[in-house]
């Protein structure tokens, strides 16, 4: 299977990677509630367990929703996927270690782990915008740890309102422009 080929039927199948973005960002935002309301500690652990429910569930709104199926084992573009993970559970740890350190730093740690997990999408999806949700999402976590802005405990609901808003986007144009392959 060529680059091209597999890309393409990726981006048909998991509506570019849309439904995972969306159902993120739901994780984000109910991250950002918890912590609000009941602590951190919570609110992170809300979104290291519920980041954990990112695949099954976009893959059942997939499957339910639009009709969808997974990619076959071995289909390069998962493989890609896959191997953007692991270095984002890596910043997730550190992000988790920081919380009696340096609190104000763990959900922009988090934000840096997720935005750089996205661009491997690129190549997974052969869709140049995942580039720019990576880096606006590790942006956030960088602007926060060096610029004390915006507030820290609003860059969960920033990234939740960015990943949302790209989510939306992201699946109507696929649903516009992307052909069973």
Sequence with gaps: MNIEKAQAEARYQYLRGGTGAFVSGF???IAALVASYYGLNQGFIVLFFGGMLIF???TL???????RTLLANGHPSGQIVIETVFPMIAMLVIAWLLIPIKPEWVFA???IGVGTHYFGFRTAYGDFSYWVLGSVMTLVGLITIF???PKPELVPYIIAIIEIIFAIWVVALSIKKDKPV
Excluded: D, G, T
């Design 27 to 29: 994780v984000w935002l």
């Design 56 to 58: 099954p569930l976009s």
């Design 61 to 67: 709104v997939l499957k339910l929703i639009f009709k």
């Design 109 to 111: 740690v988090a934000s």
């Design 147 to 149: 610029f004390k802005q």
